[in-house]
């Protein structure tokens, strides 16, 4: 429980001490008015048994001093009113502390998720290369979701009612101690043999949810990223049938997670009404006096009545808090991993763009200096002691059989993967962790695989813009540039804004590429790196769009992976590939003139 309560701490600590201080006031707070109002009913309830005995005790003479003299009835009237509005303010006083309780844990989760977001997406990308996104979304909605509502909003209410527990034992202290000392050793006893068997069995359940959830999560999350291949191979009953079996294993430990709460609770239940009646009973049989009893025990019955459910339910919470530990442990497991890079990276006045702040300056070229490339755990490496320079404003080309290495020096380029070894240079800047985000707000981007929101599709191109900061006379720049414009403006319903569905199944795979071109210019990069990005369009409009790049930005890079060498025919300089390496450079006349190899590579594209 200990280490529960330190992990927690370090989770609410960001979110602000004051909130998590101001929380257990109120709680505190809550248990003390509590605990008051029960007490208060003590002197009620001995006036109504007895008043004369009443006015000759302690309590009485100091009750009857503070509301004044009067007749029994007042006396008992002002008693039970006074008991009645504490209730009253008791309880109205708990609702307002759940409410804050409620809200306080909730906003947790939500700063944790925000927090754990800008964590993950501040990693290597070499890091998402090797996690299932299925369990980082697990981690984000569930785990998040649950270090909230089943660990911080149980904790903090466990607070509070052990607080009034414990209050309420010292008043039944005062007036039976004997039945505390009982009780505590009962407690004892119970939590000894009855309880911890019940955790550890409710532990290892919950160990079983936590791997159900990832595997259900996992199959989701397979069968509908992939849907279309799913249907139309008609493999349907399989998928079904692992989304049923994952689901199965989870159904049956989360059956059991309502009993193993239960289970103490009852036991509890049947101990407390038990002790009581067994010491009424023997309290009677010792020849005590029943009427001097009779407040004691209608006293000793409210404060069980109060405790009871208060018992209950924090036994039902600690249950709720083991069964929840694993959420925890995973959660911390995730901000123990550190990120990349710092969230503030440093910037060199020197290197950035006049009236660009976040953009990297480069007049020269970009070098790759005896780069070395190994994906982790792959035997041999993607990229082999490449030395390469590209002059700015050049276009650049690579080319060559599947496997070369082609993306990989594109993911190296734009920051994506870390050299194993060897040094990439902007100008003669080292391209390092602090100032990549300034070299990516200098380059345009458009991937192998594209990614669309399910959004407008203003807001697509304008990626990572609120819908009411995007430009609209640049998003139809960047449109026209790539040959999107037309089929927007006329063959979508909205025009601009027409949402493309998600990951923009209502588009055909030409309009996408369109669409990711726009965006890659959309923030008027002074690099453009297209990985394949222009496969999916037919010969005329990939010229279109060629022609167009170089009549309107002219002294753009543009660095290009192409698999048809017609795409990059006019290219200044075309670098062949094979195994990780660059075998020879130079334009497509001279290498159609002196390289069979590449000869062979055009020829079997005709
Ligand atoms: N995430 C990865 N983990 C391990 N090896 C990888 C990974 N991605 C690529 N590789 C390997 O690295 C080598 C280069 O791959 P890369 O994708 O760069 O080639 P490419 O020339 O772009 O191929 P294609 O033309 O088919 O896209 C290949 O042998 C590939 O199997």
Same mark, same amino acid.
């Given at each position: ?131 299932? +996104? ?25 607070? +509070? ?67 279309k ?178 993306s ?38 458009v991937p192998q695989e594209l990614f669309l ?29 790539a040959q999107a414009?037309?089929f927007?403006?006329?063959g ?8 493309v569905?998600?990951r923009g199944v209502r588009l055909s795979g030409g309009q996408r590429q369109r669409l990711a071109l726009a965006r890659a ?9 297209l990985d394949e990005a222009t496969s999916a369009l037919d010969p005329v409009t990939e010229r279109k769009v060629t ?5 309107? +930005? ?6 290009t992976v192409a698999h048809r060498?017609g795409t990059v ?36 594209q005709?």
């Amino acid at each position: 429980m200990l280490s529960v309560l330190n992990d927690l701490y370090r989770i609410v600590r960001p979110s602000g001490l004051k909130r998590l201080v101001a929380v257990l006031a109120v709680t505190f707070l809550q248990a003390v008015v509590q605990t008051v109002a029960v007490f208060s009913l003590m002197p009620f309830l001995s006036a109504v048994a007895d008043v004369a005995a009443f006015r000759r005790s302690f309590v009485g003479r100091s009750f009857v001093g503070l509301v004044g003299e009067g007749s029994d009835n007042r006396l008992m009237l002002i008693a039970g009113s006074a008991s009645l509005a504490l209730l009253v303010f008791g309880n109205l006083l708990s609702l307002f502390a759940e409410h804050h309780r409620n809200r306080y844990a909730f906003t947790i989760a939500q700063d944790l998720r925000t927090s754990l977001t800008a964590q993950i997406l501040a990693r290597r990308y070499s890091y998402f290369l090797g996690v299932n +996104s299925s369990v980082l979304l697990k981690h984000l909605m569930d785990d998040a979701g649950r270090v909230a509502s089943e660990i911080a909003l149980p904790a903090l209410d466990l607070a +509070s009612r052990t607080l009034v527990v414990l209050l309420m034992a010292v008043s039944v202290l005062f007036v039976e101690p004997s039945v505390i000392v009982v009780g505590a050793v009962v407690v004892l006893l119970f939590n000894l043999f009855v309880m911890k068997p019940i955790r550890k069995r409710a532990l290892a359940n919950s160990n079983t949810i936590m791997l159900g959830f990832r595997r259900l999560h996992f199959e989701l999350f397979q069968t509908l990223g992939g849907v279309k291949q799913v249907i139309a191979s008609d493999r349907k009953d399989y998928f079904v049938n692992r989304v049923s079996q994952a689901s199965e294993q989870l159904t049956r430990a989360m059956a059991r997670v309502p009993l193993y709460a239960a289970m103490p609770r009852s036991g509890f239940e049947v101990l407390v009404f038990g002790g009581m009646i067994v010491w009424v009973l023997s309290a009677i049989m010792s020849g005590e006096n029943l009427t001097a009893l009779m407040p004691r025990i209608g006293f000793i019955a409210i404060v069980a009545y109060r405790m009871m459910p208060s018992l209950q339910i924090m036994f039902a919470q600690a249950a709720m808090i083991n069964s929840a530990q694993q959420a925890l442990a995973e959660v911390m497991a995730l901000i123990a991993e550190q990120p990349a890079f710092s969230a503030d990276p440093a910037r060199p006045a020197d290197v950035l763009v006049p009236g660009h702040a976040d953009r990297l300056g480069w007049s020269r070229h970009i070098r790759f200096e005896n780069v070395v490339f190994r994906y982790d755990g792959a035997d041999e490496p993607a990229i082999r002691h490449l030395d390469l320079t590209i002059a700015k404003g050049q276009r650049v080309a690579f080319v060559g059989s599947t496997g070369s290495g082609k993306s990989t020096l594109i993911d190296l380029l734009i920051g994506l993967l870390t050299p194993t070894s060897g040094r990439i240079l902007i100008d003669d800047v080292p391209l390092t962790y602090d100032n990549m985000h300034l070299w990516r707000q200098a380059m345009g981007y458009v991937p192998q695989e594209l990614f669309l929101l399910d959004s407008s599709i203003a807001e697509n191109v304008a990626f990572g813009c609120e819908a009411d900061e995007v430009d609209r006379a640049r998003v139809l720049r960047a449109a026209e540039i790539a040959q999107a414009r037309d089929f927007v403006e006329t063959g979508q319903a909205e025009g601009f804004d027409t949402v493309v569905g998600e990951r923009g199944v209502r588009l055909s795979g030409g309009q996408r590429q369109r669409l990711a071109l726009a965006r890659a210019l959309y923030f008027e990069p002074n690099v453009l790196i297209l990985d394949e990005a222009t496969s999916a369009l037919d010969p005329v409009t990939e010229r279109k769009v060629t022609e167009a790049l170089r009549r309107d +930005s002219a002294d753009m890079t543009v660095i290009t992976v192409a698999h048809r060498i017609g795409t990059v025919r006019d290219y200044d300089v075309i670098h062949y590939m094979e195994h990780g390496r660059i075998l020879f450079s130079g334009d497509y006349d001279s290498l159609i003139a002196t390289q069979e190899r590449f000869r062979g590579l055009v020829s079997n594209q005709h």
